[in-house]
């Protein structure tokens, strides 16, 4: 005689569902605050991409704030030919493409020498660096100007990516130095053992630990170096050697009043240093995050 068992059927938890359904206010609050923030900071930019796509005639007869009403392409050709911007992106792209790894790869070894190698004045060292970061570059114009002139390197790509390096080095080393002395010493002190040199140590195992923080500094150092005018101003004269924003400024003064290529000018000189940021935008999150919890 077989025994019938009741099926018993499990009343639905609606626990998760109430719980899904409360809305966090201070949630809410947090993501409308961001909201606000990201329309003010791209508010801006949509209008100069906005006023690059009009012609004159719509922005002079229907207002900043209108549609265009036939999108004007041919400002950014006009912007790029009147301007001679092939030039100034040819030297932003060789400053910055020299400069970025270069900057990172001598900051990355100070770091690890200072964090992981016994130095006598090691802390003193660090010290000095560190202090580098307090000094706005902007007071040591005039004495770079000097320094640089009489080496002879005025208007040359070293005059001005020696300086970049000097002032971009300090920053990094601060960065890379906490970075560096977070790694377990036994990893090193594993491989010295085994016969290991030092810039074995570093090849091999520091550089792969650390990739996600070297890309966050390669897209700060990629974006300062790109658009920074003051020292290129200052050491740049001749108008072949300008970078995109000596270019721009140029552009800026002949044809303030053609707003459109003006715009146009302005999103050519922008657009590169913010496809990079897109491009590495992941690493940018994982290195500036790596580190903040230990487990």
Same mark, same amino acid.
């Given at each position: 005689m077989s025994t019938v068992v009741p099926k018993v059927t499990a009343k639905p938890d609606h626990t998760s569902d109430i719980v899904g359904s409360r809305r966090d206010p201070v949630l809410i609050i947090l993501w409308v605050a961001l909201i606000i923030l990201a329309a003010i900071w791209l508010t801006p930019f949509a209008f100069i991409v906005l006023t690059s796509l009009k012609t004159q005639a719509d922005i002079t007869g229907f207002g900043p704030f209108s549609l265009?009403? +036939? @999108?004007?392409?041919? !400002?950014?050709?006009?912007?790029? /030919? $009147?301007? !001679?911007?092939? /030039?100034?992106?040819?030297?932003s792209v060789i400053i910055s493409v020299i400069k970025v790894p270069l900057g990172l790869l001598l900051s990355a070894m100070a770091a690890y020498a200072l964090a992981k190698m016994k130095l006598r004045f090691g802390k003193l060292l660090l010290l000095v660096v560190v202090f580098g970061t307090m000094i706005p570059f902007q007071v040591m114009l005039a004495p770079i100007f000097t320094m640089v002139n009489s080496f002879g390197l005025i208007d040359t790509y070293p005059g001005v990516i020696?300086?970049?390096?000097?002032?971009?080095?300090?920053?990094?080393?601060? @960065?890379?130095?906490? #970075?560096?002395?977070? @790694? %377990?010493? +036994?990893? /090193? +002190? &594993?491989?010295?053992?085994?016969?290991?040199?030092?810039? *074995?140590?570093?090849? $091999? @195992? #520091?550089? %792969?630990?650390?990739? %996600?923080?070297?890309?966050?500094?390669?897209?700060?150092d990629f974006v300062s170096t790109w658009n920074e005018f003051a020292m290129a101003l200052v050491l740049l004269q001749d108008q072949t050697m300008w970078t995109l924003p000596l270019g721009l400024m140029s552009f800026q003064g002949q044809f303030s009043s053609d707003y459109g290529q003006? !715009?146009? &000018?302005?999103?050519? *000189?922008?657009?590169?240093?913010?496809?990079?940021?897109?491009?590495?935008?992941?690493?940018?999150?994982s290195g500036l995050t790596s580190g903040a919890v230990k487990g």
């Open positions: 265009p009403t +036939e @999108i004007a392409v041919d !400002n950014f050709s006009g912007a790029w /030919s $009147r301007g !001679n911007f092939a /030039s100034s992106f040819l030297n020696l300086p970049y390096i000097a002032f971009g080095v300090p920053y990094q080393v601060f @960065i890379l130095h906490g #970075f560096f002395k977070a @790694i %377990p010493k +036994e990893l /090193s +002190e &594993a491989a010295l053992i085994d016969g290991a040199s030092h810039f *074995t140590v570093f090849r $091999r @195992i #520091f550089l %792969p630990v650390c990739l %996600p923080v070297l890309a966050a500094l390669f897209i700060l003006l !715009n146009a &000018a302005i999103v050519m *000189t922008v657009m590169p240093a913010t496809l990079v940021y897109l491009i590495f935008q992941r690493y940018f999150v």
